[in-house]
């Protein structure tokens, strides 16, 4: 089965600049995504078709992609952005989702 | 405003079959592919399939073949995702998500449905 592998966590001072890795065999083939999970609420997008950011999603968030790596960057980090991010991608040969293992962002 | 709203926390022992609903407002409910997502205690959300409103089409991860079912009632905006034969490790919470964009992505997602599996 498809997999999509993320660092475990990553560490951020306030103001500093988060980057989360997410890489998969022929990532580079696909959309990528991002999710947003704080504790007990349900995740939010925050990236969409590797660069794009929905309404409503402050721009310092952004995502890039190259060759079949794809990061998520946070630029200026707030203690509000403390949570879990996923990735996420559509293998289009068994039209199935994949979601990432996951990254706890700590800001401190 | 689009909202997706489930149906709430279920306890079930195992073997038996539990059937969640997500109630679509605020768009058109046949417009956008619905998909179900479950994420146990402590982990990463797992993908589990999903339905195509519209046409009532469907696709499961292999995982859970034989042991779901999603369909969906039009006339009342409501997708239902059905597992049967529970065991303690499908104890997770349910998510029902809507699809956006050629990545299915994920743009709106309900609240949540704890389902919790113990003999």
């Known amino acids: 089965s498809y997999e999509l592998t993320q660092p475990p966590s990553v560490s951020v001072s306030p103001g500093q600049t988060a980057s989360i890795t997410c890489s998969g065999d022929k990532l580079g083939d696909k959309y990528a995504c991002w999710y947003q999970q704080k504790a007990g609420q349900s995740p939010v997008l925050v990236i969409y078709?590797?660069?794009r950011r929905p309404s409503g999603i402050p721009e310092r968030f952004s995502g890039s992609k190259s060759g079949n790596t794809a990061t998520l960057t946070i630029r200026g980090t707030q203690t509000m952005d403390e949570a879990d991010y996923y990735c996420q991608a559509w293998d289009s040969s068994t039209a199935e989702g994949v979601f990432g293992t996951g990254t706890k962002v700590t800001v401190l | 405003q689009v909202h997706l709203v489930q149906s709430g926390a279920e306890v079930k022992k195992p073997g038996a079959s539990v059937k969640v609903s997500c109630k679509a407002s605020?768009?058109?409910?046949?417009?956008?592919?619905l998909h179900w997502v479950r994420q146990a205690p402590g982990q990463g959300p797992e993908w589990m399939g999903w339905?195509?409103?519209?046409?009532?089409?469907?696709n499961y991860a292999q995982k859970f073949q034989g042991r779901v079912t999603m369909s969906t009632d039009t006339s009342i905006s409501t997708a239902y995702m059905e597992l049967r034969r529970l065991r303690s490790d499908d104890t997770a919470v349910y998510y029902c998500?809507?699809?956006?964009?050629?990545?299915?992505?994920?743009?709106?997602w309900g609240q949540g449905t704890l389902v919790t599996v113990s003999s």
């Open positions: 078709e590797d660069t």
């Open positions: 998500g809507r699809h956006s964009g050629p990545a299915a992505a994920l743009d709106y």
């Open positions: 339905i195509n409103p519209n046409s009532g089409g469907t």
């Open positions: 605020g768009y058109t409910f046949t417009g956008y592919y």
